[in-house]
């Protein structure tokens, strides 16, 4: 999936379906900023991209065309890509998660160059199997032979030259965040038009794996070029790299949706609905048994069969999250308040709900108390 400039953000570089929005396009190049903008032609299968000027693009054909970010921070002179594995477990409430150590990262084959546009390697990292691996430049084969990850050694090399790695993975999760939060409307739409008819307990039943593709300016601003809705996770040997990281990720991806791997799956319907409860000092209170309040939302009197059932598979979910990292709904800091810079007004009740159960359960964790500032940064829930 591209996204398109119906979907205005910092994060993507200006997208346009031909011939769909060859009007639009024609309109917005008129202006200063795009005078010597180059741009990427994709065909509609994201395949064969290749760099042109306006003039050479045929807006007639059914294309995807967009803007072209010259100015990448490069490994060695290389562009490279970092692909971030994003997890859907619901839509109706919305949860999603990443695997936080597990970016998969792309180098081009050849040194970037614009001098020639017919030289593909120079500026597209179409494939693992074009992609320039890190082990070979010199200061990285030492962390090749210490059994550190591509991943790792990217990090490092990023690190090394001055930049601060959390900043440039809090832009990672914010425009991510940002993406699904402005499309949740035509999500939801669509994941209703599936379920039609059914009954509304599954609802609570949705699966998506993909993969999010972003490059890297020179400035450290962060770049969305598409999203993978099938990403690659081959398996080329026993103890090949690749087949090493692809089995991680499908082993954290089966364990959060509570598969028995090994006897140490623990699905949510295994969880009694006590655990769930968080607002006990409300629960006795006169005031609740109305369950008209906001304060009330959580109040085991007021919660439903159907709410408990969602808890539950929302505990489930984070007691068997290993190395997956909720991106919504947003962790907060233990003491926190987590941000809705997001969210709208009128968003429904299960969704209020669930965000507020993360929090409540958040400031439950008393674990954290009694340790120093440093870990009190840490997010649990």
Same mark, same amino acid.
């Given at each position: 999936?591209?996204?398109?400039?119906?979907?205005?953000?910092?994060?993507?570089?200006?997208?346009?379906?031909?011939?769909?929005?060859?009007?639009?396009?024609?309109?917005?190049?008129?202006?200063?900023?795009?005078?010597?903008?180059?741009?990427?032609?994709?065909?509609?299968?994201?395949?064969?991209?290749?760099?042109?000027?306006?003039?050479?693009?045929?807006?007639?054909?059914?294309?995807?065309?967009?803007?072209?970010?010259?100015?990448?921070?490069?490994?060695?002179?290389?562009?490279?890509?970092?692909?971030?594995?994003?997890?859907?477990?619901?839509?109706?409430?919305?949860?999603?998660?990443?695997?936080?150590?597990?970016?998969?990262?792309?180098?081009?084959?050849?040194?970037?160059?614009?001098?020639?546009?017919?030289?593909?390697?120079?500026?597209?990292?179409?494939?693992?199997?074009?992609?320039?691996?890190?082990?070979?430049?010199?200061?990285?084969?030492?962390?090749?032979?210490?059994?550190?990850?591509?991943?790792?050694?990217?990090?490092?090399?990023?690190?090394?030259?001055?930049?601060?790695?959390?900043?440039?993975?809090?832009?990672?999760?914010?425009?991510?965040?940002?993406?699904?939060?402005?499309?949740?409307?035509?999500?939801?739409?669509?994941?209703?038009?599936?379920?039609?008819?059914?009954?509304?307990?599954?609802?609570?039943?949705?699966?998506?794996?993909?993969?999010?593709?972003?490059?890297?300016?020179?400035?450290?601003? +962060?770049?969305? $070029?598409?999203?993978?809705?099938?990403?690659? @996770? =081959?398996?080329?040997? *026993? #103890?090949?790299?690749?087949?090493?990281?692809?089995?991680?990720?499908?082993?954290?991806?089966?364990?959060?949706?509570?598969?028995?791997?090994?006897?140490?799956?623990?699905?949510?319907?295994?969880?009694?609905?006590?655990?769930?409860?968080?607002?006990?000092?409300?629960?006795?209170?006169?005031?609740?048994?109305?369950?008209?309040?906001?304060?009330?939302?959580?109040?085991?009197?007021?919660?439903?069969?159907?709410? +408990?059932?969602? $808890?539950?598979?929302?505990?489930?979910?984070? @007691? =068997?999250?290993?190395? *997956? #990292?909720?991106?919504?709904?947003?962790?907060?800091?233990?003491?926190?308040?987590?941000?809705?810079?997001?969210?709208?007004?009128?968003?429904?009740?299960?969704?209020?709900?669930?965000?507020?159960?993360?929090?409540?359960?958040?400031?439950?964790?008393?674990?954290?108390?009694?340790?120093?500032?440093?870990?009190?940064?840490?997010?649990?829930?």
């Amino acid at each position: 999936m591209v996204l398109t400039t119906t979907q205005p953000s910092k994060y993507i570089p200006k997208t346009f379906v031909m011939p769909r929005d060859k009007m639009h396009f024609l309109n917005q190049i008129k202006s200063a900023r795009y005078k010597h903008q180059l741009w990427i032609e994709k065909g509609q299968s994201h395949r064969g991209n290749q760099l042109k000027e306006i003039k050479d693009l045929n807006l007639d054909q059914n294309i995807l065309v967009q803007e072209f970010i010259s100015d990448q921070f490069l490994i060695h002179g290389h562009s490279f890509q970092i692909g971030v594995f994003v997890l859907f477990t619901s839509i109706e409430p919305l949860r999603f998660y990443i695997i936080q150590h597990e970016f998969s990262h792309r180098i081009a084959p050849a040194k970037f160059s614009l001098d020639d546009f017919n030289h593909t390697r120079k500026y597209v990292t179409d494939g693992h199997k074009q992609s320039k691996q890190p082990h070979t430049f010199p200061e990285m084969k030492r962390h090749y032979e210490a059994g550190y990850t591509k991943g790792q050694m990217i990090t490092s090399y990023i690190s090394d030259a001055g930049h601060n790695i959390s900043k440039i993975h809090a832009q990672i999760y914010d425009a991510i965040r940002s993406v699904l939060y402005s499309g949740r409307d035509i999500m939801l739409q669509e994941y209703r038009k599936m379920y039609h008819g059914f009954k509304p307990t599954v609802s609570c039943n949705f699966f998506e794996f993909t993969r999010w593709d972003f490059i890297l300016g020179s400035n450290m601003q +962060v770049y969305l $070029l598409e999203v993978n809705a099938s990403p690659e @996770l =081959n398996f080329q040997g *026993l #103890r090949h790299p690749r087949t090493v990281r692809s089995e991680h990720v499908l082993f954290n991806v089966l364990h959060i949706l509570g598969a028995d791997i090994g006897g140490r799956g623990a699905h949510g319907n295994r969880l009694r609905s006590s655990n769930v409860l968080v607002s006990k000092a409300l629960c006795y209170k006169p005031m609740c048994e109305s369950c008209s309040l906001e304060e009330c939302l959580l109040c085991g009197h007021c919660l439903t069969t159907d709410h +408990v059932t969602r $808890l539950k598979d929302s505990l489930g979910e984070h @007691l =068997n999250r290993l190395q *997956l #990292r909720r991106l919504h709904p947003k962790p907060m800091t233990h003491g926190g308040v987590t941000s809705k810079e997001y969210w709208k007004e009128d968003i429904p009740k299960h969704e209020r709900l669930n965000q507020a159960w993360f929090e409540e359960k958040c400031k439950q964790d008393t674990y954290i108390g009694v340790h120093n500032e440093t870990l009190a940064n840490i997010n649990y829930y």
